[in-house]
């Protein structure tokens, strides 16, 4: 059975730093597609980054981009997002995800069939 358990979250004052965890079981954690989603009250949920195994290879949303880093890693079946420079409207659930593969680029929440279960991050100004 797959298990993602997100970590990490938290409050934190504007041009702060996080960094969330996702423990992951159940599955070759090095060969699946993992994400890191995102969404605040009121909005839609958003694809913040992506991680392709294999390659390794990375995909930030502009939002994150230049602030946010996903990694992983796969010795302890864990997946990060280091997040610095934070801005109030980073301030939402901030869930990981695993999938087997994704049908379009960049990939969207549908593409991703397990989820953790979401930790908050909240930033203040």
């Known amino acids: 059975q797959v298990q993602l358990v997100d970590s990490g979250g938290g409050s934190v004052q504007a041009g702060g730093s996080l960094r969330l965890s996702c423990a992951a079981s159940?599955?070759?954690?090095?060969?699946?597609?993992m994400g890191w989603f995102r969404q605040a009250p009121g909005k839609e949920r958003e694809g913040v980054a992506f991680?392709?195994?294999?390659?390794?290879?990375?995909y930030y949303a502009d939002s994150a981009k230049g602030r946010f880093t996903i990694s992983q890693d796969n010795a302890k079946n864990t997946l990060y997002l280091q997040m610095n420079s934070l801005k109030p409207e980073d301030t939402a659930m901030y869930s990981c995800?695993?999938?087997?593969?994704?049908?379009?680029?960049?990939?969207?929440?549908?593409?991703?069939?397990?989820w953790g279960q979401g930790t908050q991050v909240t930033v203040s100004s």
């Open positions: 995800a695993a999938g087997t593969g994704v049908a379009r680029f960049p990939p969207v929440s549908s593409d991703y069939k397990y």
């Open positions: 159940g599955y070759t954690f090095s060969r699946m597609f």
């Open positions: 991680i392709f195994p294999g390659s390794g290879g990375t």
